[in-house]
């Protein structure tokens, strides 16, 4: 049911940030035939649970930071297995957002038309968008059927748990998670996703930040929403092509030709997303390999050029001005190996820190911070390369510090360290190589 030239969103070949050279490791034998029964009932559970619960597996499949590998693999599959919905379903979607005329006006859309990918919140078809010059292929994305109310309700259940946890377990520990909080955040990024003018804002965004309308073939693109075709339940935008492929498939050639081809994607790529952090403060929140699409083209010169589609924009994070300076800060801490410095300005501008009411506080978190940096600045000897520097680790790190010693940041700040994460864990894939602090010099001295 699926094809090869489009996946969206959740729905993806490859398991988030888990590196793709951990899948050619998973043959039948890793695991037994009890595991493979528990597992196959514990994501079958979590499918018939509702899409918030799917959507926190997905989560949780890209956290190699907090689970094992294995676990991380295994949620994995519920990137490429979801429910798909009925084309009636679909077909009265199209009516309610367009008009029963919608075919008549242009969008051409058959019960017979190839399906691109379902996730926990929607489904893609491939369809075609005509005028009165010309026709395209154009990529239509519905919600799933009563996707609100299984939301909410799913979140209802959440909240209720998290709130029981934390009123009737009188750990500190546990009140360090504050969970009410984090399922708060986490259910501002499910709505954003059951409402697709919010993508569509997001797309128009990150092609007005990457160019995309102004150059004839960017180096990176979003698809662009149609005007005029977009709703709460349903987003027509540019198809990116039969011709695209899934970046997973460069991380899969390791012959000579192959290695040449990911490293010069891993730049583009790196430098994209240091872009999104450091200049646009707006980051696609969502990017695992099945969001990241590549189309190769031939210059006069009779040499290849990429182009790196990023899809399924409808999570995207920006942050407040102090945790800007704060990220900006750690970063320029790894090049000058002054964590302590970076440490003391996080406490100064928190909202809300308890450092000041433990003796000798700021100074050992400034320290913890200083002990973080210091490791990370020491693999310099093995150049700071995405294969010797784990960035995303790093940040993970000091966030861990801030849980303990309780320096509040804005929790987009969580965001954006798992975002960092997943896109420094696809650019050590493709080019391990690669000099990162050298890369991001530019962003953090303003001159990008």
Known sequence: MLTSGYIIGEQSAAPGSCDASLLHHRTSHDYTFASNIAWSYSLFTLQHLGPAFVKLGQWAATRRDLFPVSFCLRLSELHSSTQTHSFAHTQNALFEAFGEDYESR????????TILGSGCAAQVYKATLKSSTSEKSVAVK???PNIRMKVERDLSLMLYIANFIDRYIPLQSVKMLSLPRAVDNFADIMRRQVDLRIERDNLEIFRENFGCSTKSSPAINFPEPQRHWVSEQVLVEDYIGDGARPISDYLEDDSVNGLKERRALAGTFVRSALK???TDNFVHSDLHPGNVFVREEKTKRNETKYM???LDAGIATSL??????????LFKAVVLNDGYTAGALMIERARFERCSSIPGGKEKFASGVQDIVSEFHDRRKQGLTLGAVRI?????????????YQVEIDPAMSSIVISMMVLEGLGR???PDLNLIKSAIPFLMGKV
């Open 392 to 404: 995303g680790a790093l940040l993970a790190k000091v966030l861990d510090l801030c849980r303990v």
């Open 308 to 310: 790196i589609t990023f």
């Open 320 to 329: 407040q001005p102090n945790d800007r300076k704060n990220l900006r800060d």
């Open 106 to 113: 242009g969008l051409v859309l058959n019960e017979d038309d």
């Open 276 to 278: 999104m952090v450091f």
């Open 429 to 431: 894939s493709l080019d």
């Open 142 to 144: 519905v919600l799933h």
